[in-house]
């Protein structure tokens, strides 16, 4: 059982967007920066977001990241099916003093 | 080009010690903390311990402490995840990742290796 919580999938159409929530706590979300991942299958994980809601070089703008209180919303518009992957948010957790992921979800461009 | 060059796939029976490898390059090993990651399969990513290669500091996560050693050789830029006795559950891809900040140990992860798949089978 994960320490952030994110739904196993979602799912759009291609040149739609789709929104994944990360759920957390004080000790985590609430008082540290957000970062989010991107697996393509087989593959090693990327970073899409760092710091809540900024991109690294190279990271399309199709990509966006949010925070609000204990929670982070990764935002991805103009889908494709490049785009199929799974989603991690990851943070650092005060109380635990480790770094902690979500579950991960998967992302279905239909 | 910085990067993360990870050893290559093991195959082991259960009881066997391993030590795989992560090699950085392309910046100062010793300035950014290196971190272990595992990802049992078809499962999520699991975060098992960092460490700073210019002084050792070494953090695990409780479910990893005492399972594993992290550990890094700074005169060859490469750090190490070892076991001295392998579990079937240890069945797993492992990926070392670079943390983006120098010195900062609560960071995101911005470089990662390719991963190095152990299996543990009799």
């Known amino acids: 059982q994960s320490v952030l919580t994110q739904p196993p999938s979602v799912s759009a159409a291609p040149g739609q967007k789709v929104t994944i929530s990360c759920s957390g706590s004080?000790?985590?979300?609430?008082?540290?920066?957000v970062s989010w991942y991107q697996q393509l299958p087989g593959t090693a994980p990327k970073l899409l977001i760092y710091?809540?809601?900024k991109r690294p070089s190279g990271i399309p703008d199709r990509f966006s990241g949010s925070k609000s209180g204990t929670s982070a919303t990764l935002g991805i518009t103009g889908l494709q099916t490049g785009d199929e992957a799974d989603y991690y948010c990851?943070?650092?957790?005060?109380?635990?003093?480790?770094?902690?992921f979500g579950g991960g979800t998967k992302l279905t461009v239909l | 080009e910085v990067q993360l060059v990870q050893s290559g796939a093991e195959v082991k029976k259960p009881g066997e010690s391993l030590k795989i490898s992560c090699k950085g390059s392309?910046?100062?090993?010793?300035?950014?903390?290196i971190g272990w990651v595992r990802q049992m399969p078809g499962k999520g990513l699991e975060w098992m311990g960092i460490?700073?290669?210019?002084?050792?500091?070494?953090r695990y996560s409780p479910s990893f402490q005492g399972q594993v050693t992290i550990s890094a050789d700074k005169s060859i830029s490469t750090a190490y995840l070892q076991w001295s006795s392998l579990k079937a559950s240890d069945t797993a891809m492992y990926y070392c990742?670079?943390?983006?900040?120098?010195?900062?140990?609560?960071?995101?992860?911005?470089?990662w290796g390719q991963g190095t798949m152990v299996t543990v089978s009799s």
């Open positions: 990742a670079r943390l983006r900040i120098a010195a900062a140990e609560d960071d995101a992860f911005d470089i």
């Open positions: 392309g910046y100062s090993f010793t300035s950014y903390w």
């Open positions: 460490i700073y290669p210019g002084d050792s500091d070494t």
């Open positions: 004080s000790s985590n979300i609430g008082n540290n920066y």
């Open positions: 710091d809540n809601n």
């Open positions: 990851g943070t650092w957790d005060s109380s635990l003093s480790l770094g902690v």
